[in-house]
T-cell receptor, first 111, second 116 residues
Framework: GQNIDQPTEMTATEGAIVQINCTYQ??????LFWYQQHAGEAPTFLSY????GLEEKGRFSSFLSRSKGYSYLLLKELQMKDSASYLC????????????FGTGTRLLVSP | SAVISQKPSRDICQRGTSLTIQCQVD?????MFWYRQQPGQSLTLIAT?????????ESGFVIDKFPISRPNLTFSTLTVSNMSPEDSSIYLC?????????????FGPGTRLLVL
C-alpha cells in the first residue's frame, strides 16, 4: 500500500518560519507536489520536486530527499493568509500523473 | 494555468438519487482526473478519464457507482449513482498541464455534495 504521512495540525505566529514535513513509502515515485488548500476552496499548486535538494520560490521552499522518502515545505515570513491546509502528493510511477495525497497539515497562523 | 469550472458548485440530494457533476476546461487536455475529499480528509483519486477510452478506476471505486464520461478534450462528467449519506463529500476534477516544462495537476473549484 501507499503511505504518506504529515502532521495533522501546526500552529505558528505571524512573521515566523514553519516547516511542514511529509514522509512517504510508495510503490513508485516520479516526483512530489505541495498544494495549499484554504477552507472551502480547491487545492492550489505550490511546488514540485523530483530531484534531491531545495527548490525556492519566494516565501515558500520545498525540499526532497528521495533516499529518505522525505520532503518538507518551508514557509517564511508567515502571514495570516497562510492559514490553510498543506497537502503533499506523490506522483506515482505510471504512464500518466497519478497522485497519491498525504493526510494534509492544517496550519494556523496567529497574530 | 487553465480555467477549470465545475457544475454544480454544491447540491443537497436525497438518498437513492443520482447526481452528475460537470467539469469544463478552457483548453484541450489529454488527462482529466476525478477526486473525492471527504469531510476533514485529504484527496482520494476516484478515476482517470482519458478522451476516447474507458475511465480507469482506483481500488474501491467502480463504474456502476461512479460512471464517467469524457466526450471531448475539454469536458468530463462524473455521476454519483444511487447516493447514500456516505457519499457526502467534495468532488474535484483536475487536469494535467505543462507548466515550465513540467506536467502539473490543477484542480477545479469542487462540487460540495450533501446526501440526506
Amino acid at each position: 500500500g501507499q503511505n504518506i504521512d504529515q502532521p495533522t495540525e501546526m500552529t505558528a505566529t505571524e512573521g515566523a518560519i514553519v516547516q511542514i514535513n511529509c514522509t512517504y513509502q510508495t510503490s513508485g515515485f516520479n516526483g512530489l507536489f505541495w498544494y495549499q488548500q484554504h477552507a472551502g476552496e480547491a487545492p492550489t499548486f505550490l511546488s514540485y520536486n523530483v530531484l534531491d535538494g531545495l527548490e525556492e520560490k519566494g516565501r515558500f521552499s520545498s525540499f526532497l530527499s528521495r533516499s529518505k522518502g522525505y520532503s518538507y515545505l518551508l514557509l517564511k515570513e508567515l502571514q495570516m493568509k497562510d492559514s490553510a491546509s498543506y497537502l503533499c502528493a506523490v506522483i506515482m510511477n505510471t504512464g500518466f500523473q497519478k497522485l497519491v495525497f498525504g493526510t494534509g497539515t492544517r496550519l494556523l497562523v496567529s497574530p | 494555468s487553465a480555467v477549470i469550472s465545475q457544475k454544480p458548485s454544491r447540491d443537497i440530494c436525497q438518498r437513492g438519487t443520482s447526481l452528475t457533476i460537470q467539469c469544463q476546461v478552457d483548453s484541450q487536455v489529454t488527462m482529466m482526473f476525478w477526486y473525492r475529499q471527504q469531510p476533514g480528509q485529504s484527496l482520494t483519486l476516484i478515476a482517470t478519464a482519458n478522451q476516447g477510452s474507458e475511465a480507469t478506476y482506483e481500488s474501491g471505486f467502480v463504474i456502476d457507482k461512479f460512471p464517467i464520461s469524457r466526450p471531448n478534450l475539454t469536458f468530463s462528467t462524473l455521476t454519483v449513482s444511487n447516493m447514500s449519506p456516505e457519499d457526502s463529500s467534495i468532488y474535484l476534477c483536475s487536469v494535467e498541464l505543462d507548466r515550465d516544462h513540467q506536467e502539473t495537476q490543477y484542480f477545479g473549484p469542487g462540487t460540495r455534495l450533501l446526501v440526506l
